[in-house]
């Protein structure tokens, strides 16, 4: 019975000691400072993006819009300006548009780029 007990233990120890080294190879980065480049030691630009539902909305206009599929217009960047509306981007069969939609998903004007 002991020798049981003791095979019984091995695979235990193994596992926790296999989840120490895990957790000693994990790292967590901090979103609150800036990263650099390594080879140009130049600051990445942090810049708030729109929520997805918001990007979603747009594509759905632009769909509707422009006469497109609404499953292949794309959201494909966006940022946040100064005055609190979302600049989104938005690709679909190789053209370009843009939507400028505000917090309460108004969409404020929508272009072909």
């Not at 292949?72 to 548009?97: A, I, W």
């Amino acid at each position: 019975m002991t020798a049981e007990r003791d095979m019984m233990k091995l695979p235990i120890g193994v596992m926790m000691v296999a989840g120490v080294m895990l957790a000693a190879c994990s790292s967590t980065q901090s979103t609150t400072q800036p990263e650099t480049t390594s080879n140009q030691g130049q600051v990445l630009n942090t810049t708030e993006t729109a929520p997805a539902d918001l990007q979603l909305t747009c594509s759905s206009a632009a769909a509707n819009q422009f006469g497109l599929p609404p499953d292949k217009v794309l959201p494909v960047s966006s940022s946040k300006l100064p005055d609190g509306t979302y600049d989104v981007r938005l690709t679909s069969e190789g053209r370009n548009f843009i939507c400028l939609i505000d917090e309460n998903a108004a969409i404020v004007s929508m272009s072909a780029a």
